[in-house]
């Protein structure tokens, strides 16, 4: 496939991304926008056009690169400099013990949390990726395709609009281009979104729609559990014809969440305002006198279901946290030790 040549501010170029570089780094190189990793290097666009360009293992170690993500690419050398600071950085706590976040996709101005008026709709899920999404610096928007597929999409709607203050939710057909053309005010020129959600959701008929093309693999859904199978095996981006970036993703069988407090309490707002009127500041709602969080809950003010997810989410990110915080502290006292054998060897040496 062969990509037409775009300026910078098509790209998505912003002028505070201008300020991070410096005229050393223009003499060094140019920057250019990275729309898939691949395991040998990065594509990327620039204004220049598209160009395949090597990942030094260095830059992939540190913190990596993701799609979306605006590098500094060597004059003349084809090879990736550095990664320019993000404007929001999507990620995911990475499966396995260590806790470590995996870049997903960089400089997003919305995400398009996928769900289906179906068995997959599952608040609590999608609590998970609202506070995924608030932690990542960008705009949820929650998507909820199949609506042609059952009569009470509205129901699904007024649900969803519960688990975040101000939340825009969007039921839609996925098949059907006048339906997804719903998406259009989050689709400006030089704007960049990403689809996240259960396999099978339709995030790749989505994407592929709002591309012109089919891009992306999309599959049968299978009758039985609601889920299809996994389609979307890389991440990349792909303009619209109206000058915006889509990003697809692949399904998540498990998003594991460290997101900070704020930024959970934010999607809990609710239940945070409950809890300046307990009677006591230090209240843990948990059969506390005077407690207005439980008081709620008993009369049904406050899903029970929507407290018990929120300290959760609350329990596993502290969890993550702490954990990073740990394996941090380890890393620093074992380069102290390194570092202080190294010099006792070459004192030695140099006797
Ligand atoms: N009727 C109907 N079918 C849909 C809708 N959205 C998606 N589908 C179908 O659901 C199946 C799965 O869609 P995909 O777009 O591949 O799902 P995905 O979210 O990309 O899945 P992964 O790539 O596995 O994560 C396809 O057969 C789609 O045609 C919709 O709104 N209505
Ligand atoms: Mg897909
Ligand atoms: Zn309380």
Redesign the pocket.
């Known amino acids: 496939m062969s990509f037409q040549t775009f300026s910078l501010h098509q790209l998505g170029w912003q002028a505070e991304y201008a300020r991070l570089l410096t005229l050393a780094d223009f003499d060094a190189g140019y920057p250019a926008r990275v729309m898939a990793v691949h395991r040998s290097g990065l594509a990327v666009l620039s204004s220049r056009g598209a160009m395949a360009v090597a990942l030094p293992h260095a830059l992939a170690e540190s913190g990596g690169v993701a799609v979306g993500d605006w590098v500094l690419v060597e004059h003349e050398a084809d090879r990736a400099l550095r990664v320019l600071d993000r404007r929001s950085l999507l990620s995911r706590v990475a499966a396995g013990g260590d806790h470590r976040r995996q870049p997903i996709a960089a400089n997003l101005d919305a995400l398009f949390v ?1 769900s289906s008026c179906n068995d997959d709709f599952n608040p609590s899920r999608l609590e998970r990726y609202l506070a995924l999404a608030l932690d990542a610096g960008v705009l949820p928007v929650v998507v909820l ?5 059952g009569e009470d999409a509205a129901d699904y709607v007024a649900a969803a609009e519960q688990l975040m203050p101000g939340l825009s939710v969007l039921a ?4 059907d281009e006048a339906s997804v053309s719903q998406l259009g005010p989050w689709l400006t020129p030089g704007k960049t979104v990403a689809f996240v ?1 259960s ?7 989505l994407a592929n729609h709002l591309t012109g093309a089919a891009m992306q693999r ?4 299978r009758e039985d559990d609601a889920r ?5 095996t890389a991440r990349e981006m792909f303009p619209t014809p109206g000058g915006a970036w889509v990003i ?1 993703t ?2 998540m069988r498990e998003l594991r969440v460290a997101v900070g407090e704020a930024e959970l309490g934010a999607v809990f707002d609710d239940i945070d305002a409950l809890a300046t009127q307990c009677r006591f500041g230090d209240c843990r709602h948990e059969g506390d006198a005077g407690c207005a969080v439980e008081a709620a809950v008993a009369d049904g003010a406050l899903d029970a279901r929507r407290l018990s997810n929120y300290r959760k989410l609350q329990r596993e990110s502290a969890h993550a946290q702490r954990s990073l915080r740990e394996q941090h502290e380890h890393s620093r006292q074992f380069n102290a030790v390194v570092t202080q054998a190294m010099r006792v060897k070459k004192e030695k040496l140099g006797r």
């Open positions: 996928v395709t199949k609506a042609d597929l839609v057909n996925a098949l959600g396999s099978g959701v339709g995030k790749s008929t999309t599959a049968g859904i299809g199978r996994h389609t979307t697809d692949p399904g």
